[in-house]
């Protein structure tokens, strides 16, 4: 018996080493980014591997290597980039996933059957997709000296808080590119002068492709809380053209708190959506003078009035890109789905009728009266 | 059995209530949504509603077995009420079918591990990472046992933690609308997920060692089963919510998938590998429940009881992984899990509904 406990404690010594699978972090080439890109059939792809440079003085800093090949799949592109990387080519901190808009307007889903598929790859990695080529934003490397990656990072980041941009990671793509009820929509980001870069936007899909088309600036923060996706705030400048004063023209106002609800009707068989959005909102700047409260009611009524034909605009640019954005087949899926089988949801979506409607609600004027 | 010995200490009505907890939170909980989703679409959240009232009834058999045989387990009662030979045949059988689960469990694991955590350490060398840990655990004192079990269920409560933080990616029109899937649907899905409570069977094991009144039992075996349904309601909801029934007719371990979409505190990710590493602990229990409820099948056939047996048991698991390992994938392992379907259903729907009707047709009863 003690010979069969002393064999027991010896085997335990086979699981416990673990050398099959050990992977070293110095042997890998930890990709922080990625950009793809349509190249006649192929994909065009440039990565950024991150390494660390000695600084002297047994300091190091970190260090962006762009790496550019091109491969018929994403599996393809990985390959070829492992063998121009040195170590082992790794996507386990990816942390952002750039889609040139040429490709996007082909399909995306086959760039992103490799993050779903694999077990060990990392699906919080945020989406973009740029304005040209995807290459062009990661092949410096830099950003007025910052690390691109962090670089953009940072501008998602902020842009999801100001609701400027929809928080889209691999993971959360795809219960929307299996849901046949709505469709997909990712931060637009541009390049400006001096190499910058800026969120442009929200871009519109139609099921797996890229419509070409965009909303951006309010447009896409007032998309963003009509889904009820905003984040902690998002800004709004309404113009008053009855305003005698070039400077007493624009109102600007900054959101608090908003809530969307989105009704379905029927009317005569057809279906007629209502998206009533409640804005509780803080004036931040007003130029014109005094507020009272005769003053503020009459404000928001004007506000409400604005924001409801933007809202209007909102919509209309849905239906001419046919992006189901708010989700508006899912309602009808719920609500009653032998009558959404009988649409060609992808199709149809254009003609169906939208009803915006917004309400302001002026919680504060800031600090002044 | 070691741990099954008379002068074990009894544990407590919590222990019982933690090893069945533990008895049914088995490695098979992380591809239960995709299983539910598969027959009951956008309403497999009310398949687990109808196993949470199916095993509820079947906790009431129990603690009523239990009350007409508050000495004897399972297998003692089988051999009293349905008489010797019968009974040794019928105790055989059962301690098969636990040996066969204890086989796919193990199997089990190992893909889990295999695709995730450890894909070139060989499949014999993860196949002992779980057995010599559970050897450990089934050659100890009932107590000790129970104390692990009260230790590892807080795994449980970490895991229902972590899929909380992804509640706001969630979406839950996705379980709308009720009753658009057929009610036979919803049924075959329960069905279909119901071999994930197949420890069920282990309270019959444990109540006798347990202390405390009937009562106190009765109300363990109800809040367990009812704890247990709960989480796993929570669960099927959760990963509904967040993928929708059209993703996750494609995403065979949506538990897991839903763990590497959570981001605690904007820096903890991957909570996927965490919990897979994690699980071991509660996969180990329930492992070991398996083999305690074929070991005292066993004790009970063959009359003796000693380490050398437990020791086999181990060693036919470990060959029986072995034997069935050469197409180790998840169509092998859902098509097994289809073969079983039958066996299972038996065991847990069958056999303690039958052992109380055959004990109350021929008034066995030693209570009074």
């Avoid at chain 2, 895991?159 to 899937?181: H, K, N, R, T, W």
Wanted: proline letters at 4%; charged letters at 20%.
């Amino acid at each position: 018996m003690k010979l069969l406990k002393i064999l027991c404690l010896f085997s335990l010594l086979v699981p416990t080493a673990g050398c099959w699978d050990q992977s070293f972090l110095k042997q890998q080439s930890l990709a922080f980014s990625i950009g793809y890109d349509a190249h006649g059939d192929k994909l065009k792809s440039l990565s950024t591997v991150r390494t660390l440079k000695p600084t002297g003085s047994g300091q190091t800093e970190p260090f962006n290597n762009s790496y550019e090949v091109t491969g018929t799949t994403p599996l393809d592109v990985r390959a070829a980039l492992n063998e121009i990387t040195p170590g082992t080519y790794s996507m386990g901190k990816l942390r952002v996933i750039l889609i040139g808009e040429e490709l996007a307007k082909k399909d995306i889903y086959p760039l992103f059957d490799l993050y779903f598929r694999e077990a060990r790859s990392n699906i919080n990695t945020k989406v973009i997709i740029t304005k040209g080529k995807s290459v062009d934003f990661l092949k410096n490397g830099y950003i007025q000296g910052n690390l691109i990656t962090d670089a953009i990072n940072e501008l998602l980041l902020s842009g999801e808080k100001e609701s400027l941009v929809p928080k889209a990671t691999v993971g959360n793509l795809l219960s929307t590119i299996f849901d046949p009820g709505e469709d997909i929509t990712l931060p637009l980001l541009e390049k400006v002068q001096k190499g910058n870069l800026k969120v442009k936007g929200v871009a519109l899909f139609n099921k797996r492709k890229f419509t070409g088309k965009s909303l951006t600036g309010e447009k896409a923060s007032l998309l963003l809380l009509m889904k009820n996706k905003g984040g902690k705030t998002a800004q709004f400048s309404v113009v008053d053209k009855g305003a005698k004063n070039t400077l007493n023209k624009k109102i600007t106002i900054i959101t608090n708190k908003s809530k969307s609800k989105i009704r379905l009707k029927w009317d005569s068989g057809k279906p007629i959506y209502t998206v009533d959005l409640k804005l509780n909102v803080f004036i931040s700047e007003y130029t014109k003078g005094i507020l009272n409260k005769r003053d503020v009611d009459k404000l928001a009524e004007f506000l409400s009035k604005k924001m409801t034909n933007m809202a209007e605009e909102v919509t209309k640019t849905l239906n001419e890109s046919n992006c189901d954005a708010l989700g508006l087949g899912h309602i009808m899926q719920v609500q009653n789905p032998k009558k959404f089988k009988g649409y060609d949801w992808d199709k149809d979506f254009k003609d169906i009728k939208i009803v915006p409607k917004v309400k302001v609600h002026i919680i504060s004027n800031g600090i002044l009266y | 059995m070691i741990t099954m010995q008379v002068n074990d200490k009894p544990i407590s009505p919590f222990q019982l209530y933690c090893i069945i907890i533990l008895s049914i939170t088995g490695i098979m909980m992380f591809s239960l949504p995709y299983i539910a989703n598969l027959y009951g679409k956008n309403n497999a959240w009310i398949s687990v509603i109808i196993l949470l009232i199916g095993f509820q009834l079947i906790g009431f058999v129990i603690i009523a077995l239990h009350k007409r045989f508050p000495e004897k387990d399972l297998f003692a009662i089988a051999e009293i009420v349905m008489g010797k030979v019968i009974g040794k045949i019928f105790n055989t059988l059962l301690t098969l079918y636990y040996l066969f689960i204890a086989v796919y469990v193990c199997l089990y694991g190992c893909f889990l591990a295999m695709e995730w955590i450890l894909p070139l350490t060989p499949k014999p060398v993860i196949y002992l990472i779980l057995l010599i840990p559970s050897l450990y655990l089934a050659m100890a004192q009932l107590d000790a046992f129970a104390r692990y079990n009260s230790i590892a269920i807080f795994i449980t409560i970490w895991l229902i933690f972590a899929i909380c933080f992804a509640i706001p990616d969630m979406q839950f029109s996705y379980l709308l609308p009720v009753g658009e899937v057929p009610l036979a649907k919803i049924f075959k899905g329960a069905i279909h997920i119901a071999p994930i409570y197949s420890g069920v069977n282990c309270i019959l094991i444990y109540l006798p060692k347990t202390s405390g009144t009937i009562k106190a039992k009765g109300k363990a075996v109800f809040y367990s089963l009812l704890t247990i349904s709960l989480i796993y309601l929570f669960i099927v909801s959760a990963c509904i919510a967040l993928l929708g029934t059209h993703a996750l007719d494609i995403v065979i371990m949506p538990v897991l998938y839903l763990l590497k979409t959570v981001t605690i505190f904007s820096f903890f990710e991957r909570l996927d590998i965490l919990m897979i590493s994690l699980w071991l602990i509660p996969s180990l229990s329930a492992f070991v429940i398996y083999i305690h409820l074929a070991f005292t099948g066993l004790t009970q056939v063959i009359q003796k009881k000693n380490k050398i047996i437990l020791f086999s048991l181990f060693i036919l698991v470990f060959l029986g992984c072995l034997a069935s390992q050469s197409n180790l994938s998840i169509y092998a392992l859902h098509k097994g899990r289809s073969l079983m379907l039958p066996y299972n259903c038996i065991a847990m729907f069958g056999v303690t509904p039958l052992l109380l009707i055959l004990a109350v047709i021929r008034k066995k009863n030693i209570s009074r």
